[in-house]
Nanobody, 119 residues
Framework: QVQLVESGGGSVQAGGSLRLSCVSS????????MGWVRQAPGKEREGVAS????????YYADSVKGRFTISRDNGKNTLYLQMNSLKPEDTAMYYC????????????WGQGTQVTVSS
């Protein structure tokens, strides 16, 4: 069974940085893609960034382009999200997600890690 475990969330002032990590286990094949999704209270879930494992193509939401960087260490089965120049509107629960088939459709989710950015 695939498990995703996030870490690295916390509280930071605006302009600060955090790095989220997500260790995956149980995959018997290389996932098609993985990504980070966030949800703030009262708001819809938002895809933040994704990475295609085969060629490391990355995609970002417009709201985080130029500030966030997604990467994966395949040898460590670890997904990262480097978040710089954080803004109060980045405050949310951040979830690691992984695909469960031959397309970039997330079927596996972590428990989430909270990021809080104060002004």
């Amino acid at each position: 069974q695939v498990q995703l475990v996030e870490s690295g969330g916390g509280s930071v002032q605006a302009g600060g940085s955090l790095r989220l990590s997500c260790v995956s286990s149980g995959y018997t094949y290389s996932p098609f893609c993985m990504g980070w999704v966030r949800q703030a209270p009262g708001k819809e879930r938002e895809g933040v960034a994704s990475i295609y494992i085969s060629d490391s193509r990355t995609y970002y939401a417009d709201s985080v382009k130029g500030r966030f960087t997604i990467s994966r260490d395949n040898g460590k089965n670890t997904l990262y999200l480097q978040m710089n120049s954080l803004k109060p509107e980045d405050t949310a629960m951040y979830y690691c997600a992984g695909s469960n088939g031959g397309a970039c459709s997330y079927g596996y989710w972590g428990q989430g890690t909270q990021v809080t950015v104060s002004s």
